[in-house]
């Protein structure tokens, strides 16, 4: 929000200066973002008279010029301007000034042996125009000695607030000065408005069409039709003001409607009388509709938007931007003026959707006065009335403006309760009263009603909030915290926390790459992977394809590694951590770890190479990144068993569950499942992992103590292969438990390299061949020792699976 000083004392009788100004604006929460003030770029600058201009003795470009800048002595200045001469009014820059025309700090100085004590400059010296051929040249009536930038009224100060959502009411100077005035800065004068009588009833008519749930899309809608009117250029002081807040003035009856946009926070449009067809409709788009908007684009329209429109269609995007085709031009003699509320979500989805951004649009999504619909209107009428001549007609009014909220039950108490500062009374009725509250009562409690423009304001807090802001921060109490012993702190980070960084680490140095990707995505892609369900599905999603909540990590971790692919780098391994959604409910929500490989994105490498080509991923990939992530985790997988088979998205014959039991279930990896991929429109092959990392078991608290192994064992382990014949549903992962069972204080590792399924097998059954090492730790093993190792080992087998060793 940018406003003039000169401007802003329109409606603040002040004094003070715009340091002043500009420091109160911060206190009360108007934060300062910047201030162009020329007058104090320019202070040094004054208005001299130039006594005498005589030829320097030493060259012929120079003179030798005696100037009375009205301090007292003459000075003496050498000038190379060929416009300088005896009897001209100049502009003095003394020694020490910055000239930022020439980005130096002028000095004292001696030109071809004269002396020089100032300079006369040039409007490029200044930076005031391109003009460098002579010296500034001023009136007869120039006053010497006065500062240059009070004479050329260059003493106007430009200022740049933030203002925050909540105060729409300071989008408007005369909202900002209400509040310099009620922190004590001068007197608010905002003028008055008078209602305009019109002279004759307005000729169009407004219908606002709604159904009766949509009424609130335009609650009222204020018109009135000005005749006779001439447009064209808007007076120099309406340009100025324009100009300095980065506008441009295009012609009056436009340059009106800015200009009460930023002066009352009061958006207005006006049509082209001539140009409208009939009678003015308010209602719904209608899908496929377009206008030729002001910023000269076409925009396509859908039920969403509200528009204004007349016999031939829309003129107008309601609140945010108005039609080409009804705009007002220098041929315009009949104007239509425009004065509505408009319902501020409806405009910032609008705004959103056709990628609009106006001056309006801004303005009507945070809320404007609603009781200024129709002043607002009369206050514009007569503006154009004052500058365009014309006759106005009597106003069209439409709807009903909304009721007057409750007051508020407000005990001064609060204020010390949630601020700690004790303010008397008298001080705090003041503050509200200043900013237009009206307040009721005597005593501890009172009744406070918020004005019209202070939509924000909804409880006790917010009227404490802005007793604060005009009393000063500065004068709440500071309050030192209390001495902490110095002692080592606890670790603060819970064991989920723990793991959710420290699986980032691990997945990362497997060489997989971070993905950060929507916690929403299509009602289709959140069914396919196990979720769907109404209770997460968005009320107002972003976008179609974002609409519920996922269920899990791999629909955004596949559709990333298909964007890569698409774009040339298909070998891409992902992962992510984060949140998945199972209910509505807290306990619903849980941490995920995912892992996504695709084409040869193995851990050895990717792409061709000279020695031969890389394999593409398979299943056992995914279970190696998984496997890895439990271990680095410290999640002991003893017990962890892997069961063939996984869930929806995984291939039935090339997946597996991760579980603790069956009611212990962790996760899955596996190959993802070709119906999935083609439901994506992805290509594989595709390998992926996703664990829960809430469904972990959690650390002992109290470990047990283990003695530590204290050093390699020095005797040389021996490794025996065995071969068994079971049935084709034993699982391999079982047997080599039991193996590892056999003799635990000797078996040091278990790993299958043989399975058969063939001629030479009875049907139903496999082969199923284990390498056991042995790891002897105080002495070698005899044949008999190893020989016994065996026997145990066949015995558990035979037992448990009814296994026999293949001959």
């Avoid at 100085?109 to 930076?127: D, F, P, T």
């Avoid at 324009?242 to 958006?267: E, Q």
């Avoid at 108005?322 to 220098?330: K, N, P, Q, R, T």
């Avoid at 007569?382 to 039950?409: K, Y």
Wanted: charged residues 25%; hydrophobic residues 45%.
């Amino acid at each position: 929000m940018k406003f003039t000083l000169s401007w802003l004392k329109d409606h603040l009788a002040t004094t003070d200066t715009v340091d002043t100004i500009t420091e109160t604006l911060t206190r009360v929460g108007l934060e300062v973002e910047g201030v162009e003030d020329r007058a104090k770029a320019l202070q040094a600058f004054t208005i001299a008279y130039v006594i005498e201009a005589k030829q320097h003795p030493n060259a012929d470009r120079l003179r030798v010029c005696l100037v009375d800048t009205g301090t007292g002595e003459p000075v003496q200045v050498v000038c190379g301007a060929p416009n300088a001469r005896t009897g001209m009014k100049g502009v003095f820059s003394p020694p020490g000034s910055y000239i930022p025309g020439k980005d130096i700090t002028l000095g004292k100085g001696v030109i071809r042996g004269v002396e020089s004590n100032g300079m006369l400059v040039s409007e490029a010296e200044l930076q005031l125009s391109e003009d460098h051929d002579g010296i500034i040249e001023l009136p007869e009536d120039a006053p010497v000695g006065m500062p240059y930038a009070t004479y050329a009224k260059l003493d106007d100060a430009t200022i740049e607030i933030a203002v925050t959502p909540n105060r729409a009411d300071a989008l408007g100077v005369g909202g900002v000065a209400r509040d310099l005035a009620a922190a004590g800065l001068g007197t608010l004068t905002t003028p008055s408005i008078q209602p305009v009588r019109g002279s004759f009833p307005c000729p169009v008519k407004v219908t606002l069409d709604f159904a009766p749930e949509d009424k609130k899309l335009c609650p009222a809608f204020a018109l009135r039709l000005i005749r006779g009117v001439k447009n064209g250029p808007s007076p120099e002081w309406l340009q100025a003001r324009l100009r300095a807040i980065g506008l441009r003035p295009i012609n009056t009856l436009v340059d009106i409607t800015n200009f009460m946009t930023f002066d009352r926070n009061r958006p207005l449009h006006v049509f082209d009388a001539a140009k409208v067809r009939g009678d003015l409709t308010v209602r719904r788009a209608k899908a496929g509709e377009e206008i030729l908007a002001l910023d000269g684009r076409t925009y396509k329209l859908s039920e969403e938007q509200v528009v204004i429109c007349d016999a031939h269609g829309v003129e107008s995007l309601a609140g945010i931007m108005g039609g080409e085709a009804s705009g007002c031009d220098e041929n315009t003699v009949d104007v239509l003026v425009e004065s509505a509320l408009w319902d501020a979500l409806n405009i910032a989805r609008s705004g959103r959707a056709l990628g609009i951004k106006s001056d309006a649009r801004y303005r009507f999504e945070r809320g404007v006065d609603p009781d200024f619909c129709r002043p607002g209107l009369d206050l514009a009428t007569a503006m154009i009335i004052d500058l365009c001549g014309g006759e106005a007609s009597e106003m069209v009014f439409e709807g009903e403006l909304p009721e007057s909220r409750g007051a508020i039950d407000f005990p001064w108490s609060e204020v010390k309760r949630l601020t700690g500062l004790d303010l008397p009374q008298v001080e705090m009725k003041l503050a509200l009263t200043s900013l237009g509250f009206h307040v009721s009562g005597a005593g501890e409690r009172v009744k406070v009603a918020a004005p019209s423009w202070r939509g924000d304001v909804e409880g006790k807090a917010d009227l404490v909030e802005e007793i604060l802001r005009i009393a000063g921060l500065d004068r709440v109490a500071s309050t030192p915290l209390p001495r902490i012993k110095a002692e080592v702190l606890k670790p603060v980070l819970t064991v989920l926390q723990k793991r959710t960084r420290a699986a980032k680490r691990l997945l990362a140095s497997r060489g997989l790459v971070e993905a950060v990707t929507w916690s929403f995505i299509s009602h289709e892609a959140a069914t396919l992977f196990g979720g769907g369900s109404p209770k997460l599905v968005l009320a107002n999603p972003i976008a179609a394809d974002l609409s519920d909540m996922r269920p899990s990590l791999l629909p955004g971790l596949i559709r990333s590694a298909q964007a890569n692919a698409a774009r040339g780098f298909g070998d891409v391994a992902l992962f992510e951590v984060g949140q998945v959604f199972f209910s509505d409910e807290p306990e619903g929500q849980v941490i995920a770890a995912a892992g996504l490989r695709r084409g040869t994105a193995r851990l050895e490498g990717v792409g061709r190479h000279w020695d031969g080509a890389a394999e593409p991923v398979d299943a056992f990939d995914a279970k190696a990144d998984v496997m890895a992530l439990l271990s680095g985790l410290g999640i002991p997988v003893g017990g962890l068993q892997v069961v063939a088979g996984g869930p929806a998205w995984a291939h039935p014959g090339r997946s597996a569950t991760l579980q603790f039991g069956p009611k212990g279930v962790i996760g899955a990896f596996g190959e993802v499942h070709p119906k999935i991929l083609k439901a994506l429109d992805v290509k594989g092959p595709l390998v992926a992992f996703e664990i829960h990392l809430d469904a972990m078991p959690l650390p002992k608290a109290r470990p047990t103590k283990v003695k530590p192994k204290l050093s390699l064992s020095g005797f040389q382990p021996l490794t025996r292969d065995f071969a068994f014949i079971v049935d084709a549903k034993v699982a391999a992962g079982d047997m080599m438990r039991t193996a590892q069972n056999a003799e635990r204080s000797l078996i040091c590792d278990v790993t299958v390299f043989d399975l058969y399924e063939g001629p030479g097998v009875e049907a139903g059954k496999k082969s199923v061949a284990l390498a056991v090492t042995l790891q002897p730790a105080e002495k070698t093993l005899t044949d008999v020792e190893i020989d016994a190792v065996g026997s145990k080992i066949v015995a558990e087998m035979t037992k448990r699976y009814g296994a026999t060793l293949r001959s």
